[in-house]
């Protein structure tokens, strides 16, 4: 299972996510409006989760239903589909 960034990040992009997350997995340009988790290279670890400042980031089973479409852009992002 991977974990999802959602709604809350957009155009927060604090990125403490990133400096924990032990297998870098965790991605954006300087264009995007958010972070996104790579769901090929996530491990499950949570690390990510408890740093984010805005609540952002869930286990994908876990995003709430207003932002279960984030799932769906995350794994678009990386170009794959959803498992």
């Known amino acids: 299972m991977t974990y999802i960034i959602a709604e809350p990040c957009v155009n ?7 400096d924990v997350c ?10 995007d409006n958010q972070y996104y ?5 996530c491990i499950d670890c949570a690390a990510c989760e408890p740093v984010c400042p805005v609540t952002a ?3 994908q089973d876990d995003v709430p239903e207003q932002w279960k479409g984030f799932i769906d852009l ?7 589909t959803r498992q």
């Not at 927060?12 to 990133?18: F, L, T």
């Not at 870098?24 to 300087?30: A, E, G, H, Q």
């Open 12 to 18: 927060v992009k604090d990125g403490a996510c990133v």
């Open 74 to 80: 995350n794994y678009k992002y990386f170009g794959q």
């Open 57 to 59: 980031i869930f286990a």
């Open 37 to 41: 988790i790579n769901p090929a290279e």
């Open 22 to 31: 032990p297998v870098d997995c965790i991605y954006t340009k300087p264009e």
